[in-house]
């Protein structure tokens, strides 16, 4: 946007419309899942958990749509408006989120149909999660939205990849898509982590001039934070797949857009460090016979440990903060 007045309000408006239909459809959604019995299949590894047994899953249907609502409205201005912008790349990461979000929706609904926590093979949600990386990839490639030139961290330099590009793009983003999704697994405590890189996506905007991308951050933090009035301790409703693999799509898709991906990973590395925790205790184990940590991922270690849901949830969400300032610094 040319009127940094203007972006301002956008800003505020895209928060307020994305924190505003999350909470009202939040509400809807709550009693009709009740209804429905789309209560969350607890792991019989987490004995802890099984207290949350019956808690209404799938909370992800209530922030998807209200973060499409806030973005499309934008695109429709910009549009309407002739004022160009990057129209295409924010229409690409609006399909790409809903794709894994449908993803995640379906195996939600297997793991329902089973009253077990297994949906989707983790082999099929592989594959239709590399396609809908791919398919945004080539998309972006093709409508001239990407760059090949990968920019590393606290350097000025930008590594030109040619069309290696692709395969490492596709790996980190289905990796942080999974990332997110394993990180959701106390009570607010992934809606948490994400508030902090929304917030980052917005100062990163600010300071990058990048419109586009504070757009984005600001609809993502209005939707995590309407969510948590139903997410925090103790949870009201959990956001499934549905949610998590949004999210992580949105982040990703984002970082694509900004021409910063490895800057985004280390933004919600967080998220990185909960997947890097279960790697390590699956091979560590296979190697030693030894577990490194005594349950993974790594939040549920601390639990182990005897530290509350809250207490994990505010240590891990400052350090998710520390690593957004890093990002920061490293722009």
Aim: glycine content about 10%; charged content about 10%; overall charge neutral.
């Amino acid at each position: 946007m040319d009127d940094m007045n203007t972006f301002y309000i956008w800003l505020g408006v895209l928060f307020g419309i994305s924190f505003g239909l999350t909470a009202l459809l939040g509400r809807i959604a709550l009693p009709i899942l009740r209804a429905k019995r789309a209560g969350q299949p607890i792991n019989e590894y987490v004995k802890s958990h099984q207290v949350k047994a019956g808690t209404p899953t799938m909370g992800g249907i209530s922030f998807v749509p209200a973060f499409l609502v806030a973005i499309l409205s934008v695109v429709g201005y910009l549009a309407f408006s002739k004022q160009g912008g990057r129209l295409i790349p924010l229409a690409l990461i609006c399909l790409y989120a809903l794709a894994n979000a449908a993803i995640g929706f379906v195996d939600d609904y297997f793991k329902l149909l089973r009253r077990h926590n297994e949906g989707l093979t983790e082999k099929q949600k592989l594959v239709l999660q590399i396609t809908a990386s791919a398919a945004f990839i080539a998309m972006m490639a093709i409508t001239e939205n990407l760059t090949t030139a990968l920019h590393i961290p606290f350097t000025e330099i930008y590594w030109e990849l040619s069309w290696f590009a692709y395969p490492i793009y596709l790996i980190v983003m289905v990796g942080f898509v999974n990332a997110t999704n394993i990180t959701d697994g106390l009570d607010g405590l992934s809606s948490s982590i994400c508030a902090t890189v929304a917030a980052f996506m917005v100062v990163f905007a600010l300071l990058r001039g990048d419109g586009e991308t504070g757009l984005v951050g600001a609809s993502l933090l209005g939707c995590v934070l309407g969510f948590l009035i139903y997410n925090h301790h103790p949870a009201k409703m959990f956001m499934g797949d549905t949610g998590s693999l949004f999210l992580g799509a949105v982040i990703m898709g984002c970082g694509i857009m900004a021409g910063e991906l490895l800057l985004f990973v280390l933004a919600g590395f967080m998220f990185v460090i909960e997947m890097l925790s279960s790697f390590l205790q699956i091979f560590g184990y296979k190697l030693t016979k030894k577990r490194i940590f005594k349950m993974a991922p790594l939040h549920h270690h601390f639990e182990k440990c005897g530290w509350k849901e809250v207490g994990i949830v505010v240590l891990f969400t400052t350090v998710s903060a520390l690593f957004c300032i890093l990002a920061w610094l490293g722009m």
